[in-house]
């Protein structure tokens, strides 16, 4: 089954604590991006891909870097979380040319405390 | 960046009456805009994609218009069933086309279609 796989689906951490959000698809998308959702402000894009080892910024990068260094895979990483990095995250991918729009994965729902 | 809106009330429908979406953008007119249907707590489901030289696509039901002059689009859903009650997100690529930039989304619209 074509899909974007996100681990954990939930997360409760602490404040510092460095964690990583997996996310994989096997639909050999060239393009990749993260996103985060909350009330009231939709979903906003944090970093970027369009193929290995190139990735840019969103526009909500602070606190966050990614990789993406095989294909099919492009963590994003929390160096020192905040509370204010509580929120619900998206990986999603595409291919080049997305007339067939980007496929989500299921989320990631970070709770920092 | 783009500024999309998108009605932000709940927009309440009655059944197997037609359902408009309206997306309104404010800078430049993208290469292509699309739809996209979310469930409370579920990744946002791609639905439609129109590009800019073309006027109007169609996916049973679906509807999509695209006018550049106006800088908006119409999302329609004829015949609307309860099942089609959630919210529709629109969203603009960021750069010349392909995706390549990611897309800006429009905050959703909650779509409710009522028995």
């Known amino acids: 089954e074509a899909q974007v796989t996100q681990n954990p689906r939930y997360l409760i951490t602490v404040t510092g604590k460095k964690l990583t959000v997996t996310c994989s698809q096997n639909?050999?998308?060239?393009?990749m991006s993260w996103y985060r959702q909350d009330p009231g402000l939709g979903l906003r894009q944090i970093y970027y891909?369009?193929?290995?080892?190139?990735?840019d910024k969103g526009d909500v990068p602070e606190g966050y870097k990614v990789s993406r260094k095989e294909k099919r895979n492009f963590p994003l990483i929390l160096e020192s979380p905040s509370p204010n990095q509580t929120s619900l995250y998206f990986c999603?991918?595409?291919?080049?040319?997305?007339?067939?729009?980007?496929?989500f994965g299921s989320g990631t729902r970070l709770t920092v405390v | 960046s783009q500024k999309i809106e998108q009605n932000s009330e709940a927009l309440n429908i009655q059944e197997g009456k037609t359902a408009t979406l309206t997306c309104n953008y404010t800078?430049?007119?993208?290469?292509?805009l699309q739809w996209y249907r979310q469930d409370p707590g579920r990744g946002p489901v791609f639905l439609l994609l129109?590009?800019?030289?073309?006027k109007e696509k169609r996916k049973e039901r679906l509807k999509v218009t695209f006018d550049t002059t106006l800088k908006q689009s119409l999302f329609h859903i004829t015949a609307s069933q309860p099942a089609d009650s959630a919210t529709y997100l629109c969203?603009?690529?960021?750069?010349?086309?392909?995706?390549?930039?990611?897309?800006?989304f429009g905050k959703g619209t909650h779509l409710i279609i009522q028995p």
């Open positions: 129109i590009r800019e030289n073309e």
């Open positions: 800078n430049y007119s993208p290469a292509y």
């Open positions: 639909m050999n998308h060239e393009y």
């Open positions: 969203a603009l690529d960021e750069g010349t086309g392909g995706g390549a930039d990611g897309l800006t």
């Open positions: 999603a991918s595409s291919y080049r040319d997305s007339y067939y729009g980007y496929t």
């Open positions: 891909s369009m193929n290995v080892e190139v990735t």
